[in-house]
């Protein structure tokens, strides 16, 4: 089944303790990008990556870190959470850039 | 730098009505797409159309794009409990307006339908 996983679906954490969302596709997407999603502010780009090794900050790249060393997979790096960044997040993937996405299932942040 | 904008903001309707959400956005685009979220859940893909298209149909789906007036709406007919959802519109920018943003969402429009 063509999907987009996301693991943790749920995570709660401490101030400053690293952690990692993975994103992985299995449809051989060249485009990966991950999103936030806060209440009144809709969905917010934080990194998007072309291809292999190609990544570029969105909107909201500030505390984040990605990296694209194989194409289906797509990890999000909070090195230093902070409460700020208690949002639920989504990976996305498209077969390029400016086609349809295809949506993860979320995985909700809560920093404390 | 927000690029795409919903209205209404909710929109609240009877089972069997027509529903039209609106989206606005700022500079050029190469396409327009629409997505719906069940509540807390990913983001599913409706319809896209491209900058050079005026309208587009799927099932009780209608998209219409004016690239003059920078706006594109979204009808749904003959609506229906399952509709019940949050619908976003989604821009990709041209150059050299892009902010850094290579995708871009408004803040959805939350339709219920009602039995």
């Known amino acids: 089944e063509a999907q987009v996983t996301q693991n943790p679906r749920y995570l709660i954490t401490v101030t400053g303790k690293k952690l990692t969302v993975t994103c992985s596709q299995n449809m051989n997407h060249e485009y990966m990008s991950w999103y936030r999603q806060d209440p009144g502010l809709g969905l917010r780009q934080i990194y998007y990556?072309?291809?292999?090794?190609?990544?570029d900050k969105g909107d909201v790249p500030e505390g984040y870190k990605v990296s694209r060393k194989e194409k289906r997979n797509f990890p999000l790096i909070l090195e230093s959470p902070s409460p700020n960044q208690t949002s639920l997040y989504f990976c996305?993937?498209?077969?390029?850039?400016?086609?349809?996405?295809?949506f993860g299932p979320g995985t909700r942040l809560t920093v404390t | 730098s927000q690029q795409g904008e919903e209205d209404p903001q909710a929109l609240s309707i009877q089972e069997g009505e027509n529903a039209t959400m609106n989206c606005s956005y700022k500079t050029s685009i190469n396409n327009l797409q629409w997505y719906r979220q069940n509540s807390g859940r990913g983001l599913v893909h409706l319809i896209l159309i491209r900058s050079n298209e005026r309208e587009k149909h799927s099932g009780r789906l209608r998209v219409t794009l004016d690239t003059s007036k920078k706006s594109s709406s979204l009808l749904i007919t003959a609506s229906r409990a399952a509709d019940t959802a949050s619908y976003f519109c989604?821009?990709?920018?041209?150059?050299?307006?892009?902010?850094?943003?290579?995708?871009?969402f408004g803040p959805g429009t939350r339709l219920s339908v009602l039995p």
């Open positions: 996305a993937s498209s077969p390029r850039t400016g086609y349809e996405q295809y």
């Open positions: 990556s072309m291809n292999v090794e190609v990544t």
């Open positions: 989604a821009t990709d920018p041209q150059p050299p307006d892009n902010y850094g943003q290579n995708f871009v």
